[in-house]
């Protein structure tokens, strides 16, 4: 992609702008669109891992909190690692702050979380949303996980 596509407005979009657009889609295509914008997430996710030659967990992770700041997704932050599972937290997303919708939206960066993971391991990841701000909690957290099976998520999330 060029850099300098937007001579005169630069690069940046205001929230409020971003967010009628998701609002829209949400009202287009119906409720189950997360699973869209997760998935879309997840191939920007692996397609990044494998360009900028991620290997590693940890690489990913630390790939993921510089990009969310730099491109102002929001403020990742990772608390627990391991080889077969993380848990990272939030604050200022893009999607759900400022949002009280009882419900989580945060499906795009779950899913990019997910993709970078998977593309960097080359194990197949699943993340989810176990709380988000647009819930009324305080941040966002998401767990990762390698996933073996259908059995990955029992035991809960």
């Known amino acids: 992609m060029k850099d300098d596509i937007r001579p005169t407005l630069?690069?940046?979009l205001k929230i409020s702008a971003f967010r009628h657009m998701m609002a829209s889609l949400v009202l287009t295509l119906g409720?189950?669109?997360g699973s869209t914008f997760y998935r879309a997430g997840f191939d920007i996710g692996v397609y990044k891992a494998e360009k900028h030659g991620l290997k590693?967990?940890?690489?990913?992770?630390d790939y993921a909190v510089e990009v969310f700041e730099k491109t102002k997704l929001g403020l990742l932050n990772v608390e627990e690692v391991s080889e077969?599972?993380?848990v990272l937290t939030m604050k200022e997303s893009v999607t759900?702050?400022?949002y009280d919708v009882g419900e989580k939206l945060c499906y795009f960066q779950a899913g990019f979380i997910a993709g970078l993971l998977q593309g960097a391991t080359g194990q197949r990841w699943q993340v989810k949303e176990r709380?988000?701000?647009a819930e009324g909690n305080e941040e966002c957290v998401f767990v990762g996980r390698v996933?073996?099976?259908?059995n990955t998520?029992?035991?809960g999330c």
């Open 10 to 12: 630069g690069d940046e």
């Open 31 to 33: 409720r189950g669109v």
């Open 56 to 61: 590693g967990v940890d690489e990913a992770l």
């Open 84 to 86: 077969e599972e993380v």
């Open 96 to 98: 759900a702050d400022g």
């Open 131 to 133: 709380a988000c701000v």
């Open 147 to 150: 996933w073996h099976d259908e």
């Open 153 to 155: 998520w029992k035991g």
